[in-house]
T-cell receptor, first 111, second 113 residues
Framework: GENVEQHPSTLSVQEGDSAVIKCTYSDSASNYFPWYKQELGKRPQLIIDIRSNVGEKKDQRIAVTLNKTAKHFSLHITETQPEDSAVYFCAARRVNNDMRFGAGTRLTVKP | DGGITQSPKYLFRKEGQNVTLSCEQNLNHDAMYWYRQDPGQGLRLIYYSQIVNDFQKGDIAEGYSVSREKKESFPLTVTSAQKNPTAFYLC????????????FGNGTRLTVT
């Protein structure tokens, strides 16, 4: 099955700095890569996604890049704010619809 | 108001008892999923279903069972064979084909003592 690895497991940045989280996947047939944000005790919420026919996507302060050849994708958050503090998960979805998640990155933005 | 409903929010059971977690969606999604989340860890796939009367095992299916008799419903039974059932369980659904996001329910926190 698909294996998704995510790094780093924890990330601490100063408010206003950028944060980058990286993921790799194992199944070259995976075609959809979402990123979720989860606050304590709550459900994961989609923040951005990218499909396999696109190399980069941006939404305000958040961007995702995908390198299909290397099978890795990254989340970039610019101008971080304290409310960005949460756990972030990457995921990869295969054509048979199963979705596997990375282990998560706990982001802390210090004011 | 469309969404995914998981019930109950908190569930307590004695060791050795089977327990069923409910998941209902009114989004008309074909695919449904169950994930388990342990403290400080990621989401691990238990089972998923692409269509009514069909489901596939995920990475940690042992000790769990599911059914998909209706499109709207995908209940998860945690059996006594599951060695460490205490966890946060998340149900999700999505449209098919596979390039769409999952929509999550609010989760059920199961505690087995």
């Amino acid at each position: 099955g698909e294996n998704v690895e995510q790094h780093p497991s924890t990330l601490s940045v100063q408010e206003g700095d950028s944060a980058v989280i990286k993921c790799t996947y194992s199944d070259s047939a995976s075609n959809y890569f979402p990123w979720y944000k989860q606050e304590l005790g709550k459900r994961p919420q989609l923040i951005i996604d990218i499909r396999s026919n696109v190399g980069e996507k941006k939404d305000q302060r958040i961007a995702v890049t995908l390198n299909k050849t290397a099978k890795h994708f990254s989340l970039h958050i610019t101008e971080t704010q304290p409310e960005d503090s949460a756990v972030y998960f990457c995921a990869a979805r295969r054509v048979n619809n199963d979705m596997r998640f990375g282990a998560g990155t706990r982001l802390t933005v210090k004011p | 108001d469309g969404g995914i409903t998981q019930s109950p929010k908190y569930l307590f059971r004695k060791e050795g008892q089977n327990v069923t977690l409910s998941c209902e969606q009114n989004l008309n999604h074909d695919a449904m999923y169950w994930y388990r989340q342990d403290p400080g860890q990621g989401l691990r796939l238990i089972y998923y279903s692409q269509i009514v009367n069909d489901f596939q095992k995920g990475d940690i299916a042992e000790g769990y069972s599911v059914s998909r008799e209706k499109k709207e419903s995908f209940p998860l039974t945690v059996t006594s064979a599951q060695k460490n059932p205490t966890a946060f369980y998340l149900c999700a659904s999505s449209p098919t084909p596979g390039n769409s996001p999952l929509h999550f329910g609010n989760g059920t926190r199961l505690t087995v003592t």
